[in-house]
């Protein structure tokens, strides 16, 4: 391959592909969650990015607790160690607001835009609690060896003018992100209750004739949704910094993802979440130095060839979401029309 | 009215100011969710646009910024619409086809390029122009109560196109879809600096009623005082006499141009409730609530279910950018940073909720008692945890964390609020009557 052609594939690595495949993981999480949820107890859960926060803010304290003592896992951070009592800490959360408000009108069973008008309230208790806790600025709380692959080694061992840098919270991203997937699909194809949960998800007049109970499947539906928002809100926080207002604004993206993967559909959310995640990483990325490496000099752009910039990244969850609204409401995977 | 006793009138005039504003966003929800059962969490978005109209309705142009980049601008937004009519045009002659989505990809891309090699170097030139005082285009310089017509018409632009691709499907999504917008609409305040001045803020807005520094001035407002407190006054002499009314002319002047915005804003706050009011009785009204309570047996004795959600969506929109606009007018300045989904959308919301959804008199009775809750909420809340942790010494870091956490009650006191009405008054503190 001849090096500028190289130089380029590395430029979009390092500055597309690495970031989105870890921004596409966490999403996928949360995506994951709000799509359990709305196939298990039917309406869209405005509380989901809080709840993320919740279990992320647990996660921090836990890990500064561990720090105080001087546990560590050496090069890895001390939040992975930390991450189990998040996850608890979350579900805890969950269940205690399906309990005292959620339960009521599903029993009654309420319209469904009275269930997200009460998750929108259980979301500001959610989030006054976070701010109320650990407050509302920034918060490092990663540790340990901070880059696998450092641009500066990589320029010196490859001779690249262009240098990859993968942090050691994106790795851990993509490899937790995973393994939870495996796991929970495991779980929804081969247990007997997650059976029963993708029945009752599917039809709930069988599943309940069938013998399903509906209580059971709500508990461990928000049970799954609570422990994958805790994980996807410690990695996020962890690739970036934590802050309880970003999780308020990963909604959009979250929501976007799960309605363009076809609500409902577990599989759905994943793709959803990539597509999300990668358009948001290319449209407000920056081309203009990658456009230099491969374009002959008289066609090379004079700006930075960026289609948008990052202050609207959240234009493009939108513009997604308002896309399949109008072309397939049911979404790639054909999930419920809401 | 107890603020007036407790702490002062001028704090008073102050609350209920802004009490005035709450109520008429309260009403406009109420307009969509209590008539329509209309979702709309994107209530910011809309109040922000009022804000802006203000801007752009009262500050004097800046000629040398058009000059600058108003044809770049100009040539930008023609080559925006040429590129959307041609892929439109695209969408509807070309076959069905991989070609037309990637003919209509290729038209929107080249369009948006085209239009930044332009829009990008005016912008720059726009907001090169005195960067510390404008560095932005400026307004009509028009009288600034016209910007609360204007803030309604933008608002129910704005609500015309999310109507057109939101409604018609359920409620979840519209929800979504008006979130979204708000989020886009505030950062779009926040960053385009050559129509908004950005985080820079907008300061020293026109004013609808006179400014306290002209009143003192004036003699006749003078006299009016004199003759307001003619008692208290005759007992002193000369020198002191002088000064007693100085002082008191100076406080007066304060309450009375609060009072002349509570004059205006009660004014439009009575139109709004009137019309409302005899449209919720009219038979558009009974029309409204029968879709609320039924799409489906609506839609099947041949109303057109989703052009009405349209029409009271936008109605409700247009309503909360007037209240935008006032809100900026108040202000004096239009800061876009300011807009906070809590304070703007959620805030309304539980008004609506608590008031008695479906009910006029109870939105506005929301609006005034949760605007109250919402002043008083902080005070209250330093007073509780100082309370609390009188018991710590003075140097503990939990007291300190606590104290210093206080401010954050707000969202978990609203959040409790709303759960609570919901779940123990469903219908409110005063029911719709059904």
Same mark, same amino acid.
């Given at each position: 391959?001849?090096?500028?052609?190289?130089?380029?594939?590395?430029?979009?690595?390092?500055?597309?592909?690495?970031?989105?495949?870890?921004?596409?993981?966490?999403?996928?999480?949360?995506?994951?969650?709000?799509?359990?949820?709305?196939?298990?107890?039917?309406?869209?859960?405005?509380?989901?990015?809080?709840?993320?926060?919740?279990?992320?803010?647990?996660?921090?304290?836990?890990?500064?607790?561990?720090?105080?003592?001087?546990?560590? /896992?050496?090069?890895?951070?001390?939040?992975?160690? !930390? =991450?189990?009592?998040?996850?608890? $800490? +979350?579900?805890? %959360? #969950?269940? @205690?607001?399906?309990?005292?408000?959620?339960?009521?009108?599903?029993?009654?069973?309420?319209?469904?835009?009275?269930?997200?008008?009460?998750?929108?309230?259980?979301?500001?208790?959610?989030?006054?609690?976070?701010?109320?806790?650990?407050?509302?600025?920034?918060?490092?709380?990663?540790?340990?060896?901070?880059?696998?692959?450092?641009?500066?080694?990589?320029?010196?061992?490859?001779?690249?003018?262009?240098?990859?840098?993968?942090?050691?919270?994106?790795?851990?991203?993509?490899?937790?992100?995973?393994?939870?997937?495996?796991?929970?699909?495991?779980?929804?194809?081969?247990?007997?209750?997650?059976?029963?949960?993708?029945?009752?998800?599917?039809?709930?007049?069988?599943?309940? /004739?069938?013998?399903?109970?509906?209580?059971?499947? !709500? =508990?461990?539906?928000?049970?799954? $949704? +609570?422990?994958? %928002? #805790?994980? @996807?809100?410690?990695?996020?926080?962890?690739?970036?910094?934590?802050?309880?207002?970003?999780?308020?604004?990963?909604?959009?993206?979250?929501?976007?993802?799960?309605?363009?993967?076809?609500?409902?559909?577990?599989?759905?959310?994943?793709?959803?979440?990539?597509?999300?995640?990668?358009?948001?990483?290319?449209?407000?990325?920056?081309?203009?130095?990658?456009?230099?490496?491969?374009?002959?000099?008289?066609?090379?752009?004079?700006?930075?060839?960026?289609?948008?910039?990052?202050?609207?990244?959240?234009?493009?969850?939108?513009?997604?979401?308002?896309?399949?609204?109008?072309?397939?409401?049911?979404?790639?995977?054909?999930?419920?029309?809401? | 009215?107890?603020?007036?006793?407790?702490?002062?009138?001028?704090?008073?005039?102050?609350?209920?100011?802004?009490?005035?504003?709450?109520?008429?966003?309260?009403?406009?929800?109420?307009?969509?969710?209590?008539?329509?059962?209309?979702?709309?969490?994107?209530?910011?978005?809309?109040?922000?646009?009022?804000?802006?109209?203000?801007?752009?309705?009262?500050?004097?142009?800046?000629?040398?910024?058009?000059?600058?980049?108003?044809?770049?601008?100009?040539?930008?937004?023609?080559?925006?619409?040429?590129?959307?009519?041609?892929?439109?045009?695209?969408?509807?002659?070309?076959?069905?086809?991989?070609?037309?989505?990637?003919?209509?990809?290729?038209?929107?891309?080249?369009?948006?390029?085209?239009?930044?090699?332009?829009?990008?170097?005016?912008?720059?030139?726009?907001?090169?122009?005195?960067?510390?005082?404008?560095?932005?285009?400026?307004?009509?310089?028009?009288?600034?109560?016209?910007?609360?017509?204007?803030?309604?018409?933008?608002?129910?632009?704005?609500?015309?196109?999310?109507?057109?691709?939101?409604?018609?499907?359920?409620?979840?999504?519209?929800?979504?879809?008006?979130?979204?917008?708000?989020?886009?609409?505030?950062?779009?305040?926040?960053?385009?600096?050559?129509?908004?001045?950005?985080?820079?803020?907008?300061?020293?807005?026109?004013?609808?009623?006179?400014?306290?520094?002209?009143?003192?001035?004036?003699?006749?407002?003078?006299?009016?005082?004199?003759?307001?407190?003619?008692?208290?006054?005759?007992?002193?002499?000369?020198?002191?006499?002088?000064?007693?009314?100085?002082?008191?002319?100076?406080?007066?002047?304060?309450?009375?141009?609060?009072?002349?915005?509570?004059?205006?804003?009660?004014?439009?706050?009575?139109?709004?409730?009137?019309?409302?009011?005899?449209?919720?009785?009219?038979?558009?009204?009974?029309?409204?609530?029968?879709?609320?309570?039924?799409?489906?047996?609506?839609?099947?004795?041949?109303?057109?279910?989703?052009?009405?959600?349209?029409?009271?969506?936008?109605?409700?929109?247009?309503?909360?950018?007037?209240?935008?606009?006032?809100?900026?007018?108040?202000?004096?300045?239009?800061?876009?940073?300011?807009?906070?989904?809590?304070?703007?959308?959620?805030?309304?919301?539980?008004?609506?909720?608590?008031?008695?959804?479906?009910?006029?008199?109870?939105?506005?009775?929301?609006?005034?008692?949760?605007?109250?809750?919402?002043?008083?909420?902080?005070?209250?809340?330093?007073?509780?945890?100082?309370?609390?942790?009188?018991?710590?010494?003075?140097?503990?870091?939990?007291?300190?964390?606590?104290?210093?956490?206080?401010?954050?009650?707000?969202?978990?006191?609203?959040?409790?609020?709303?759960?609570?009405?919901?779940?123990?008054?469903?219908?409110?503190?005063?029911?719709?009557?059904?």
């Amino acid at each position: 391959m001849p090096p500028d052609l190289l130089n380029a594939t590395i430029l979009l690595g390092n500055y597309v592909v690495v970031p989105g495949v870890a921004y596409a993981a966490q999403l996928a999480l949360g995506a994951l969650g709000i799509t359990l949820v709305f196939g298990v107890l039917r309406f869209a859960n405005l509380a989901h990015g809080d709840l993320m926060a919740f279990g992320a803010m647990a996660t921090v304290l836990a890990t500064w607790q561990l720090q105080a003592w001087g546990v560590g /896992l050496g090069p890895l951070p001390t939040a992975l160690l !930390a =991450l189990p009592l998040g996850i608890l $800490a +979350a579900i805890a %959360a #969950a269940l @205690a607001a399906d309990r005292l408000v959620f339960r009521f009108y599903r029993r009654r069973r309420s319209a469904p835009v009275t269930l997200v008008m009460a998750s929108l309230g259980v979301m500001f208790v959610l989030n006054g609690v976070v701010r109320f806790i650990i407050g509302p600025g920034d918060r490092q709380f990663a540790d340990g060896e901070r880059f696998i692959v450092k641009a500066q080694e990589f320029k010196r061992a490859t001779g690249l003018a262009e240098g990859l840098s993968i942090k050691t919270a994106q790795c851990l991203t993509v490899i937790i992100a995973i393994v939870t997937v495996v796991l929970l699909f495991r779980f929804l194809q081969r247990t007997r209750t997650g059976k029963s949960m993708r029945a009752y998800s599917d039809n709930e007049d069988l599943a309940l /004739l069938s013998g399903v109970n509906p209580e059971r499947v !709500a =508990l461990i539906a928000w049970t799954i $949704a +609570a422990a994958l %928002a #805790a994980i @996807a809100g410690a990695l996020y926080g962890l690739d970036k910094s934590f802050k309880p207002f970003t999780y308020f604004q990963l909604l959009l993206p979250m929501f976007a993802a799960a309605i363009l993967g076809g609500i409902g559909q577990p599989v759905g959310a994943i793709v959803g979440a990539v597509i999300v995640a990668f358009s948001e990483v290319a449209v407000t990325y920056a081309w203009k130095k990658f456009l230099y490496y491969l374009l002959p000099e008289a066609w090379r752009p004079d700006g930075l060839a960026q289609l948008l910039s990052t202050d609207y990244k959240f234009a493009v969850s939108f513009v997604i979401l308002v896309l399949v609204l109008l072309i397939r409401p049911s979404g790639i995977f054909r999930g419920r029309v809401l | 009215m107890a603020v007036g006793f407790g702490q002062s009138w001028s704090l008073a005039l102050a609350v209920l100011n802004l009490c005035l504003i709450s109520a008429l966003m309260s009403l406009a929800v109420n307009i969509q969710w209590g008539y329509a059962g209309l979702f709309n969490i994107g209530v910011m978005g809309f109040a922000a646009l009022g804000g802006l109209a203000g801007v752009l309705v009262s500050r004097p142009p800046v000629p040398a910024a058009w000059a600058a980049g108003g044809v770049g601008l100009f040539i930008a937004l023609l080559i925006l619409i040429a590129a959307g009519g041609l892929a439109l045009a695209l969408a509807r002659h070309l076959r069905r086809s991989r070609w037309r989505m990637l003919a209509i990809a290729i038209v929107m891309l080249a369009g948006l390029l085209g239009a930044r090699a332009f829009f990008d170097p005016a912008t720059d030139a726009i907001e090169a122009v005195e960067p510390a005082k404008t560095g932005y285009l400026g307004g009509l310089g028009l009288p600034i109560v016209l910007s609360w017509f204007a803030g309604g018409l933008l608002a129910a632009g704005a609500a015309f196109v999310i109507g057109r691709i939101a409604l018609g499907l359920r409620s979840d999504y519209f929800a979504i879809a008006t979130l979204g917008i708000s989020e886009i609409v505030i950062a779009v305040l926040k960053n385009e600096d050559w129509l908004t001045r950005g985080v820079k803020n907008v300061t020293g807005l026109d004013r609808p009623v006179p400014y306290e520094v002209d009143l003192q001035q004036d003699p006749r407002f003078v006299d009016l005082v004199a003759v307001l407190h003619s008692r208290s006054l005759e007992a002193l002499t000369g020198a002191a006499h002088e000064a007693a009314l100085r002082e008191l002319t100076v406080q007066f002047s304060s309450l009375f141009v609060k009072l002349c915005y509570a004059g205006l804003f009660l004014a439009a706050l009575a139109v709004v409730f009137w019309l409302s009011e005899r449209a919720l009785h009219s038979p558009w009204g009974r029309m409204m609530r029968a879709i609320r309570d039924n799409e489906i047996a609506a839609g099947a004795i041949g109303k057109d279910v989703t052009r009405r959600h349209r029409q009271v969506f936008i109605l409700g929109s247009a309503v909360i950018g007037v209240a935008g606009a006032m809100l900026t007018t108040l202000d004096g300045q239009f800061t876009p940073a300011g807009y906070q989904p809590l304070r703007f959308t959620f805030l309304i919301w539980v008004m609506v909720v608590v008031g008695g959804s479906g009910n006029n008199l109870g939105a506005v009775l929301g609006g005034f008692l949760i605007w109250f809750v919402w002043i008083e909420a902080e005070p209250a809340g330093l007073w509780l945890m100082q309370a609390l942790t009188s018991g710590l010494p003075a140097d503990s870091a939990v007291r300190a964390h606590l104290l210093e956490s206080a401010a954050h009650m707000r969202p978990l006191v609203m959040g409790v609020i709303l759960l609570l009405v919901m779940r123990f008054r469903p219908r409110g503190l005063i029911p719709a009557d059904r």
